[in-house]
């Protein structure tokens, strides 16, 4: 074995090959060895490999130790990032290393191929959250058994910011009760948002959008103020938006509600609407009824209502409740009393309460009731025309009927009409006289109803029979009659005041205990 001289030796009868001397693999990785058997006559050759294998013994060292990248915290996943990198002096498996994180990626925000060492971004960065993070990897060769790395790769990753936060308000809405008597330029309230972004894309601004509002803002501390002067009357409240911008291109904003509630503030006096009311009631009108109401309007809130005050009646005959409405409290007489004026003053419910400077004047008229009904003089007329003359007639009065009612104007006021539709094609009557017309010839007698009623709604009415008996030149039936002559106002058809004649006429088959007159109007 002479490649091996003095580091291998063989046993001469057993043929087993010691080792004498440390291997050293980096100074020889293999021997080439020939090994000879004799028996002293012949000689045998066996040729022998002895390769050398690598011991582990050497750990794997980081070059260069210490790794920094800055990279956008709006990187896409997967995305490469660097790549730390070992080497180890031992070959075959002994130097084949292995990477893995030691320290500072606890949430597994970065991935490590752990044979390449390629360090790759797993989940989405935040420069908010951590701007810079700092890991330790480690390594460790294959060998057996394994060692681990001497020293520490150091990686040092810094977070870009980006303007990927919108400015958000310490609170959703914003709310204030103001006195709607507060000056021009008093401060209202503050709202305050902030911006986790650094540097302008961290800056914010404010702003209220909507134009024709009483209130302005400060653009950099977020003080509102009041810019015109509040009425409550006008409007109770205002709901407007305010917005928070950032310093970032494209802008970034956040919003929030801001809600402005006026107090209201005793500066309206109570009105009425309208200041005059006309009131016509019969007497006899129930106690306890609404015979009116008045409208008075406060234009100040709820807490300054107004409430109703009665002054002007002394009697006592009347109240107004808080609503405006006016009760009867005692019977009226229109005999006693047929007009009253009430005057009602309204007073508010605020500090100091106000009173209305012009005050409601209700004036009542008490109306007579109508008691009576219309009565006829008669309840039967009878008129008497001779069939030769009847023609003579035509457009003259025939008759005048006359009723009375004992009511007072206007419910004794009295109108005449013709009850039967079918009588009015042949009479007209007067319907404020009584005076009954022929428009045309008759051909015979004829019987129908005239009645009376008053002029008040609803009317009441009452009627009386008209009979008009055509008559020829002779008698007709047994009657005792009697003739007396009179004069009177109608006129006959020559146009000259003639001679009314009053007839009794009596029939003889009537005894004396049942005898019954008719009296006739005679026109000749």
């Known amino acids: 074995m002479p490649a091996g001289k003095g580091i291998f030796m063989i046993n001469s009868t057993t043929g087993e090959i010691t080792l004498q001397k440390k291997l050293?693999?980096?100074?020889?990785?293999?021997?080439?060895?020939?090994?000879?058997?004799?028996?002293?006559?012949?000689?045998?050759?066996?040729?022998?490999?002895?390769?050398?294998?690598?011991?582990?013994?050497?750990?794997?060292?980081?070059?260069?130790?210490?790794?920094?990248?800055?990279?956008?915290?709006?990187?896409?996943?997967?995305?490469?990032l660097l790549q730390v990198s070992a080497d180890d002096m031992d070959s075959g498996m002994n130097r084949k290393i292995q990477y893995s994180f030691q320290n500072g990626n606890e949430n597994r925000t970065f991935h490590l191929d752990k044979e390449t060492g390629v360090i790759t971004l797993a989940k989405t960065l935040d420069y908010e959250d951590t701007?810079?993070?700092?890991?330790?990897?480690?390594?460790?060769?294959?060998?057996?058994?394994?060692?681990?790395s001497r020293n520490l790769a150091f990686v040092t990753i810094r977070v870009i910011d980006t303007n990927d936060n919108s400015p958000i308000f310490d609170l959703s809405s914003y709310s204030k009760l103001v006195p709607e008597n507060v000056k021009v330029?008093?401060?209202?309230?503050?709202?305050?948002?902030?911006?986790?972004?650094?540097?302008?894309?961290?800056?914010?601004?404010?702003?209220?959008?909507?134009?024709?509002?009483?209130?302005?803002?400060?653009?950099?501390?977020?003080?509102?103020?009041?810019?015109?002067?509040?009425?409550?009357?006008?409007?109770?409240?205002?709901?407007?938006?305010?917005?928070?911008?950032?310093?970032?291109?494209?802008?970034r904003k956040g919003f929030t509600i801001v809600?402005?509630?006026?107090?209201?503030?005793?500066?309206?006096?109570?009105?009425?609407?309208?200041?005059r009311y006309h009131i016509s009631i019969p007497e006899d009108t129930n106690v306890g009824s609404v015979i009116a109401k008045v409208t008075v309007s406060d234009n100040d809130g709820t807490q300054n209502n107004s409430m109703i005050l009665l002054t002007g009646d002394n009697r006592d005959t009347f109240k107004v409740l808080e609503d405006g409405s006016v009760?009867?409290?005692?019977?009226?007489?229109?005999?006693?009393?047929s007009r009253y004026n009430l005057t009602i003053n309204a007073t508010d419910t605020g500090q100091p309460a106000l009173v209305s400077s012009t005050p409601a004047i209700v004036f009542i008229s008490v109306l007579?009731?109508?008691?009576?009904?219309?009565?006829?003089?008669?309840?039967?007329?009878?008129v008497k025309i001779l069939q030769p003359k009847i023609k003579d007639f035509i457009g003259k009065a025939i008759l005048n009927v006359s009723a009375t009612d004992k009511d007072r104007a206007p419910d004794g006021t009295i109108e005449y009409f013709i009850l039967d539709d079918s009588e009015r094609e042949t009479f007209t009557m007067n319907p404020t006289s009584g005076e009954i017309v022929l428009k045309k010839i008759l051909g015979e007698s004829r019987e129908f109803y005239?009645?009376?009623?008053?002029?008040?709604?609803?009317?009441?009415?009452?009627?009386?029979?008209?009979?008009?008996?055509i008559e020829g030149t002779e008698q007709e039936g047994k009657w005792n009659?009697?003739?007396?002559?009179?004069?009177?106002?109608?006129?006959?058809p020559r146009q000259s005041r003639g001679f009314v004649y009053l007839l009794r006429i009596l029939p003889t088959t009537l005894n004396s205990q049942s005898e019954r007159a008719l009296y006739f109007f005679v026109l000749l």
């Open 185 to 251: 330029g008093t401060k209202i309230l503050t709202v305050r948002a902030t911006d986790k972004d650094s540097g302008n894309y961290g800056t914010v601004k404010y702003t209220i959008p909507l134009s024709g509002l009483p209130f302005r803002i400060n653009s950099s501390t977020g003080e509102i103020f009041s810019s015109f002067a509040l009425d409550f009357e006008k409007q109770t409240a205002y709901n407007f938006i305010a917005v928070a911008i950032d310093g970032g291109k494209p802008h």
């Open 368 to 382: 007579d009731v109508n008691n009576y009904f219309p009565q006829f003089t008669n309840s039967t007329y009878v």
């Open 327 to 337: 009760v009867l409290l005692k019977t009226l007489d229109n005999l006693k009393h």
């Open 259 to 275: 809600n402005v509630t006026l107090e209201d503030v005793n500066d309206n006096l109570p009105i009425f609407q309208p200041s």
């Open 24 to 80: 050293d693999r980096n100074k020889e990785k293999k021997y080439d060895l020939f090994v000879k058997a004799s028996d002293g006559k012949h000689d045998a050759y066996l040729p022998l490999r002895v390769d050398v294998l690598d011991v582990n013994n050497f750990p794997a060292v980081f070059k260069p130790q210490n790794y920094s990248v800055n990279i956008s915290e709006s990187l896409e996943l997967g995305m490469f």
């Open 131 to 148: 701007s810079v993070h700092i890991l330790t990897v480690s390594a460790k060769d294959e060998g057996i058994p394994p060692l681990e």
């Open 450 to 469: 005239v009645c009376a009623r008053d002029t008040i709604k609803p009317s009441s009415y009452s009627c009386s029979q008209v009979v008009i008996k």
């Open 481 to 492: 009659w009697s003739l007396t002559q009179t004069r009177d106002s109608y006129a006959n």
